[in-house]
């Protein structure tokens, strides 16, 4: 199957934890940290999160750095990313920021019931808003389905920023290429915060690990990027 290289980015706790519980979003990464993954978006051709972290956050996924922007509009290219949200559902809010920012669209990935769900959402959405559409990926969706989607739309490059589902989803799946793990120097301690990962099958155990391929300091935060080809 033609896919995108995947890369899955995520910042954690050293207990593993990827928010807390209060209200507002938890800052688990400092500048440096930030510049970094500005620049892996800017290297990108999507950019994908699950639908409870557009809930949680309102991110509007874009690349900050005008310069990057510049670059890639020098390239040929659209600013920013093509968005790409993952529902089963279909519960996606038409007033989310990553709707209405951007200048390459979005689309969101749901099936079964979600499909008719998400399309008569995003039908209420103001008609200046970039392009946004709602593709069948199978009930449920599977992630061999959204990358194949995301291929033949031209996305050569991936990037997955979460929450713990939808990298659960991509780590079981055996099916992205690369992870970037920033951990950042405290515990969350709370049980009720999300995780990075939930329990699943992944093919990357004892016995057929990840490759650790750099190991870097940004200040307090530690960043691990690992290759997902199992080692056996
Ligand atoms: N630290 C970080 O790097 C980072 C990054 C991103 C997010 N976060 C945090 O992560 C938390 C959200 O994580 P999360 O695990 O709750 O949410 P998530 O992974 O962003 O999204 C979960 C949602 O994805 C959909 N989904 C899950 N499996 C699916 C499947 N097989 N097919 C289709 N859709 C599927 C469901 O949406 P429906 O319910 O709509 O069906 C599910 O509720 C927030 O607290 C956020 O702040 C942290």
Redesign the pocket.
Known sequence: MERPYTIL????SVDGR??DTTPE??R?SNEADFAEIDELRAGCDAIL??????R??DPRLLVRSQLWRERRRDQGRTEHLVKAV???????DPGARLFSTGDAGAVV???GD?VSSAKERLAARPSQDPPAEVVDAGD???VGAILADLAARGVERLVV???????T?FLTSGLADELRLAVAPFFIGDEGA?NFVMPGAYPYNPDAPMSLVDTRSLGDIAVLRYCLKAQN
């Open positions: 980015s995520c910042a954690a990827i928010d979003r938890l688990l999160v699950g639908a409870g972290t557009v949680a956050d993952i529902t089963r559902t279909g519960d996606i990935y749901t099936g979600g449920p969706p599977t920023e979460g929450g713990g589902h939808v990298h989803m999300p």
